[in-house]
């Protein structure tokens, strides 16, 4: 959340965000001006815990059949706080908790109960002291804390946020934080965060009292809710009529019987499995308004600021016995000159693009749009450099369902479709089109098939899917947005170091072959025994100056030397089996081998010889760029100094054998047949076609590639053998659902990761070392830099 924090006054805010009432009711000050709970904040204690929450309900409880805050179906339909400090919410592996929160009084947990934040309307957090635990720092340009302890109480309700915003389909969302006699009042959306200014609640309770009872007599919009997403409830006939039949009934072709479109229809049932809830989305395509049923979401991005986006195996209701479609729900970034996914996608298709999805519909959701980026302005009205990006929120649907690459069958065809990704980046390319955010989710395994000679058949074939930030090549060469554009993983290095430069056709081939590094170190074998450590130091790594964020060593390092290293700069090697070790003499150093059973085991495998290949073309790219650089910083020479008698024992020692070594320093970085040899060799970074028929040549000749290379996934650190498979076929081991006892319903009516929250860099308190992985992109766009400090006006 660096430099995407405002913090204005308390009215601003109230005036801003929670309007009064329309309806005739007035603010009872009196009871809003009461406070019940003496001494330290302990949700903890029961008696304080009590007198905290009996405060907070009767501010609200005039809030509890008001017709206006859309309240569900269910009876008694009102608000109340509960503590939730002690239980966490069992579907969240984080168990990230908050010490209360507000709950629709349907779903306010007892206390035999855990609280679940896909019910939370407002979490609350309480600390005990009124400056060290503050999470903001107004008297900082950012109002970003500087002790530790402040930072990690930030990261505790960024978590929280994030995990509404997981939980929810949701605008924005407001908490509370209260510390020692202080407190603030903050508002969350895809942008970034707006705090109140910090007041005290002891003296002036009614501020509290007035923000939590105006806040229940809000409409569900008004407090955040996408009111374009309807619950879908398992007792339903959109889902005992059409989602659970779809999940458990093939499509056949009518002529031979043969199912089609398995892979689809197996992601939609396990998403029926393990959805707590299911839902029909809502979006109107520029024509007509469409609708779609979906379960658990396939992706689920847990960035905080971004553009959260969420993928889903989804049935079109306009053909609900048609095939299924991937909807895609994202916060796209409204900013002149970038296209919303949708027109980049049709014009693709219109023009024969193969290897990209095909476009179904897409569009913007009316007045859905952020709101933090308006309030930094606000706030530093001299500033032309808002960190904030404009999110709009946005659907896209698309014909394809696609697999992850991660269930590719072995590193022959690993390599295979990532370069039918290239080419089909290459023909973008020639169309005029530029993808910019190459990446281990937007590769994607597409299976076509077909009926011939009354049998199926299934081609695998690799797909460039998320164009989000694509641009066309015929607009400014500049980078459009307030930060680098891309995923940070796998981002070239120059673009890495020099992030005001635009992605072109080699930042873009090397962002491939940091994708086929990604897949290949967490499911081929190799000689690296901490594949955790890896991925952290070369795809996560960075190295920070001042407020700035570069490449990382490690792949810096492995680009400037054409060599991928790991712990102790041995050279990544990759094997023929299931085995590696340093040395031939050790091969059960690897976590996951016990012995060497196949004699051919330690033979290097060919992706080893392609690597270096293309490792030795990126090397020379970075030479010649090092020597344009040396070229342009050179300056003037230092004007000719006569030459002078020592002034002191140093000078003595630094004029002994000057003459033999004066041609010594006339030191030349690269001869003219090397830089020759450079720039022969980077050319081949210009075209998508000299780069393809370079990975094409290595499935020629002696080279032989094994066919059983592929290992479980060895970068989870939960990650067991014997429980765990990751293999091409696990979908065909998916249970399909069935109508539980209990419906959705009864289970309200009963009042029944945590992972990265901003993607890397630059890193913030709350940043984990997880990266979810999804079927568009792994992670969303990476954090706004700092800005350069300048004096603010708060409104």
């Keep these: ?64 059949h008001n017709e206006n805050n859309e309240a569900p179906r269910w009876p008694g339909a009102g608000y109340k706080v509960v503590v939730t400090a002690l239980r966490a919410d069992p579907a969240d592996n984080s168990k990230q908790r908050a010490d209360l929160a507000l709950y629709p009084a349907y779903a306010a947990p007892d206390e035999t109960e855990q609280p679940k934040w896909s019910a939370v309307e407002v979490f609350i957090e309480c600390k005990p002291e009124s400056t060290e635990d503050d999470p903001f720092d107004e008297e900082d340009d950012r109002f970003l804390p500087l002790s530790e ?16 915003f997981q939980s929810q389909h949701r605008k924005h969302q407001f908490s509370v934080v209260l510390f020692g006699e202080m407190a603030r009042i903050v508002r969350w959306d895809r942008s970034g965060v707006v705090a109140t200014e910090k007041f005290n609640y002891r003296e002036e309770p009614s501020k509290l009292g007035r923000f939590f009872w105006r806040l229940c007599h809000m409409s569900a919009a008004q407090r955040g809710h996408d009111k374009t997403v309807e619950e879908v409830h398992t007792d339903s006939p959109e889902y005992k009529k059409v989602m659970l039949p779809r999940a458990q009934t093939p499509i056949v072709h009518k002529a031979t019987g043969i199912e089609l479109g398995r892979h689809a229809r197996l992601l939609f049932a396990e998403s029926l499995r393990t959805a707590k809830m299911c839902y029909k989305i809502n979006m109107h395509d520029g024509q007509h308004e469409r609708s779609f049923l979906v379960g658990a979401p396939h992706f689920l991005s847990p960035e ?83 960190p904030l990006k404009t999110h709009r929120h946005y659907r896209i649907v698309v014909k394809e369902v696609g697999l992850s690459m991660s269930r590719f069958r072995n590193a022959r065809e690993l390599v295979y479709l990532i370069r039918l990704c290239i080419e089909a980046h290459g023909r973008a390319y020639e169309k005029g089109v530029i993808h910019r955010d190459v990446s281990a989710g937007n590769v994607l395994i597409c299976i076509k098939e077909e009926i011939v000679d009354g049998r199926l058949v299934q081609t695998r074939t690799g797909m460039l899917t998320d164009w989000e930030l694509s641009k066309r090549r015929n607009s400014p060469d500049t980078a459009r947005q307030p930060d680098r554009t891309g995923t940070w993983e796998f981002m070239s290095a120059y673009i890495l170091n020099n992030r005001d430069m635009a992605p072109q056709i080699p930042d873009e081939l090397e962002a491939f072959v940091h994708v086929l590094l990604h897949y290949a170190i967490r499911f081929l074998p190799h000689n690296c025994k901490d594949v955790g450590e890896f991925v952290r130091s070369y795809f996560r790594g960075y190295v920070k100056d001042g407020g700035d964020y570069f490449c990382g060593l490690a792949k810096s390092k492995a680009m400037a030397l054409g060599r991928i290293a790991h712990a102790g700069d041995k050279k990544l090697v990759f094997y023929y089996s299931d085995v590696a070790a340093d040395d031939a003499s050790a091969p059960t150093d690897h976590p996951s ?203």
């Design 149 to 164: 302890r402040r930072r990690v109480n930030l990261g505790e309700i960024m978590s929280c946020a994030s995990a509404v």
């Design 304 to 386: 905080l600021a971004g553009r959260g986006t969420r993928g889903y195996v989804a049935i079109d209701c306009s053909d609900p016995q048609g095939p299924f479609v991937y909807l895609k729900d994202a916060w796209r970034v409204d900013r002149d000159g970038l296209e919303p996914e949708g027109n980049v996608l049709q014009y693709l298709n219109n023009e024969g693009v193969q290897g990209v999805p095909t476009l179904v519909c897409h569009g913007d959701i009316e007045g859905q749009v952020t709101d933090s980026q308006e309030v930094w302005n606000m706030v530093h009205p001299d500033r032309q450099d808002c």
């Design 593 to 795: 081998s016990s012995a060497v059973k196949d004699k051919n085991a330690l033979k290097q495998h060919p992706l080893n010889q392609l690597l270096d290949a293309l490792l030795r073309l990126f090397k020379a790219r970075y030479a010649l760029l090092s020597l344009s650089s040396e070229t342009a910083v050179g300056g003037p020479p230092i004007p000719a100094q006569k030459p002078r008698a020592p002034r002191d024992a140093i000078d003595a020692w630094a004029a002994q054998d000057e003459d033999e070594d004066q041609h010594k320093r006339k030191f030349i970085p690269a001869t003219m047949e090397e830089a020759e040899k450079y720039a022969e060799a980077a050319a081949e970074l210009e075209s998508h076609k000299k780069f393809s028929r370079l990975v094409r040549s290595f499935f020629r000749g002696h080279l032989i590639w094994p066919s059983d290379d592929k290992v479980r996934d060895q970068q989870r650190e939960d990650w067991h053998p014997e429980k765990d498979d990751t293999s091409t076929f696990a979908l065909e081991s998916m249970t399909l659902p069935t109508i539980p006892a209990t419906s959705q319903d009864a289970a309200c009516t009963s009042k029944s990761s945590r992972t990265s929250l901003l993607g890397v860099p630059p890193p913030t308190v709350a940043s984990g070392t997880g990266t979810a992985k999804r079927s568009n992109r792994d992670d969303d766009e990476d954090e706004g830099e700092d800005a350069p400090p300048l004096k603010r006006n708060r409104p």
């Design 1 to 64: 959340m660096e430099g995407k924090i405002s913090v204005v006054e308390l009215d601003f805010f109230v005036n801003r965000y929670i309007p009064p009432p329309d309806s005739d009711d007035m603010e009872p000050t009196e009871k809003l001006s009461t406070l019940s709970w003496t001494g330290p904040l302990r949700p903890e204690d029961p008696l304080n815990a009590i007198a905290m929450v009996n405060t907070f309900n009767s501010w609200i409880q005039d809030g509890a």
